[in-house]
């Protein structure tokens, strides 16, 4: 794993345990939005992430009011008080409520309270998908673009040049990917192109393991000479779900480097069953 990716995970982690903090699940935040699919009348959850990461782009925009709702020395009522006199009538119910339940939490500065709030505006967009039974569908189209893009140079420079407006390169996105993926895949690879602190790959990255979760999985990603055929793609998913005890999403990636055999990626483990993988232990045995 590279020191980005660790970096990434190490994030994750990070989030995780704030959002765990006050509640025996993933949080009081991740509990609100899960809790907002059975809420009545609030059972449409399609614009939800699209109202969080309207809030994450207030947040972003001002460092006033990132210290405001983030600042120890204020009472928590005073900072839901805050976010509710802000975003009421803004955007939907359940989504200030999300940001008011965060706001009574303790963070460690403002931008960790928006990366937060970030990653709970992917959640909900996946749940959106889910509902629309594209989960799946949504996570392997957000893959393959994000590996067409790191493939392609010239379109990864010009999805990360901040020269350009985030808003031009967002429009890139949306026409290469128009009648050809989800709304929710159009929605999230926009939103990619603002990645905090990450290339856009592995800001999808983390989109692929926010939706391999939602549904309890772990990702897998499979380095291969040539495409498995579903009897090699089943047989592969059965064996690292015996040995990990969760079912696998496999992700597949054609690699001119594999002269023969697998390279499975799965968390920071790497299973190296390549010919080249055999060749260079040799190697290194015999040196």
Request: hydrophobic letters at 40%; proline letters at 2%.
């Given at each position: ?28 935040v ?42 120890p ?7 839901q ?10 955007v939907?119910k ?17 931008r ?24 799946e ?33 967002q ?40 939706a ?64 080249a ?11």
């Amino acid at each position: 794993m590279s020191n980005s990716d660790t970096r990434l995970s190490a994030l994750d982690g990070v989030l995780d345990e704030i959002l765990s903090r006050t509640t025996t699940d993933r949080g009081a935040v991740g509990k609100t939005v899960g809790a907002v699919q059975g809420a009545p009348g609030e059972s449409d959850v399609s614009r939800l992430g699209a109202d969080l990461f309207a809030i994450v782009d207030a947040l972003d925009s001002s460092p006033t009011l990132r210290r405001a709702l983030t600042d120890p020395g204020t009472a928590e009522q005073n900072r839901q008080r805050l976010v509710h006199g802000l975003f009421d009538g803004r955007v939907s119910k359940p989504a200030v409520d999300i940001v008011a339940e965060a706001a009574a939490m303790r963070w460690a500065g403002g931008r960790t309270l928006s990366a937060a709030l970030e990653r709970q505006g992917v959640r909900a967009s996946l749940m959106a998908a889910e509902n629309s039974n594209q989960l799946e569908e949504t996570e392997d189209e957000l893959f393959r673009f994000a590996r067409l893009v790191e493939a392609n140079p010239g379109l990864r420079n010009a999805l990360a040049d901040r020269t350009v407006s985030l808003e031009h390169r967002q429009e890139l996105v949306g026409s290469l990917l128009a009648g050809k993926t989800s709304d929710v895949t159009i929605a999230l690879a926009k939103r990619a192109v603002a990645g905090r602190e990450r290339t856009f790959g592995q800001t999808i990255e983390g989109y692929v393991t926010v939706a391999a979760a939602q549904k309890n999985r772990v990702v897998a990603t499979v380095h291969v000479a040539k495409p498995l055929t579903d009897e090699q793609r089943e047989r592969l998913r059965s064996s690292l779900r015996s040995q990990v005890g969760r079912d696998v999403a496999i992700q597949e990636v054609i690699d001119e480097h594999v002269l023969g055999g697998i390279r499975v990626e799965l968390g920071d483990e790497v299973i190296e069953g390549t010919v080249a993988g055999r060749l260079h232990e040799a190697w290194r045995l015999f040196s």
